[in-house]
């Protein structure tokens, strides 16, 4: 069949161990981009490196093939890809967008009144570093547009950055670049037009937008499906102990992804082999059914 201009992607960060979430953002991922014959690509978001636990990408890379999750290009890892973000930081920094902090956190957690993702830089440094200090991370410049855009489950959303979210970190004081920069610059590098994954970063896709709108970025189609919560509501992941996923048994856990998902198998595809029930959720993937499942306020 022919391909289709769709480009996906999962973009795992190695902290630890695929737990029962982000499996469900990686099938979600892959059957709505193999539905409409795309491509499927992973992505090693390994740019945190004080936060990769070791051996955790290739602990993740085998089990999604265990789950017969296969990249269609080679992999690309974010902290071979330095250059690409450097450049990206002297667009904004030549438009300019951005600008040296000198804040710590405590200073700004002191003086910060709260957005919707925690504090909200007060602008201590948007007019210029006091005297005597130097910066140390660099932000990129927010307003109060409103930046809306209609994801495809969680319907319309709008934010106003510089009230929200605040002036946000682009490069951190410690050297690394921030997830919200790095991830503007390889989707965009990869072509992707179609962004699937987890609601946890919802809030995230207006700073990403903005990016791309101040780089001259295409802004890709966005689905963000449910989380999956523990049996205390808490978001699965490391800081709540989510168990690691198994490699054995794949077939049984693939059948729950499908069922959180809401895509009801079939009970007979139980007996079925991994492909096997991949082909099926890829040819009947209606993600449609999950639009009752909106978790978050807009
Ligand atoms: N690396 C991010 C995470 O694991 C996901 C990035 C994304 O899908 O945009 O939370």
């Known amino acids: ?26 099938i979600g991922s892959y059957l709505d981009a193999k539905h409409h014959n795309g491509i499927w690509l992973v992505r090693m978001e390994d740019l945190d490196t004080p936060r990769c636990a070791p051996g955790a990408a290739d602990d993740i890379l085998r089990t999604l093939e265990a789950f017969g999750l296969h990249s269609d290009e080679t992999l690309i890892c974010q902290s071979r890809r330095t250059a690409a973000y450097d450049e990206a930081l002297r ?38 570093i006091p ?44 050297g690394l670049f921030a997830y919200q920069l790095a991830v503007v610059v390889d989707d965009a590098f990869q072509s992707i037009t179609h ?22 970025l295409t802004t890709p189609i ?24 198994s490699r054995d048994d794949a077939v049984t856990t693939l059948m729950r992804v499908l069922k959180f998902l809401q895509q009801q198998p079939p009970e007979e595809l139980r007996g079925a082999t991994v492909e096997q029930i991949l082909l099926w959720g890829t040819v009947n993937w209606k993600p449609e059914k999950l639009t009752n499942c909106r978790q978050y306020p807009v």
């Open 1 to 26: 069949m022919k391909r289709s201009s769709y480009r996906g992607r999962f973009a795992p960060s190695p902290t630890g161990p695929l737990h029962f979430g982000s499996l469900v953002a990686a």
């Open 91 to 128: 667009k904004l920094q030549a438009i300019p967008s951005v600008y040296p902090c000198c804040c710590t956190r405590r200073e700004i957690a002191d003086s910060a009144l709260n957005g919707i993702e925690g504090p909200v830089y007060p602008g201590t440094c948007r007019n210029g």
């Open 131 to 174: 005297a005597g200090r130097a910066g140390r991370a660099w932000r990129a410049r927010t307003n109060n547009a409103a930046i809306e855009f209609d994801d495809v489950l969680q319907g319309r959303i709008s934010q106003h950055l510089e009230r929200d979210i605040g002036d946000f970190v682009v490069k951190r004081a410690d």
């Open 195 to 216: 962004i699937v994954r987890g609601a946890d970063l919802l809030y995230s896709t207006p700073r990403q937008i903005y990016l791309q709108r101040l780089l001259g």
């Open 222 to 245: 966005y689905m963000h499906l449910p989380v999956v919560l523990n049996a205390q509501g808490e978001k699965l992941g490391k800081q709540t102990l989510a168990p690691a996923i």
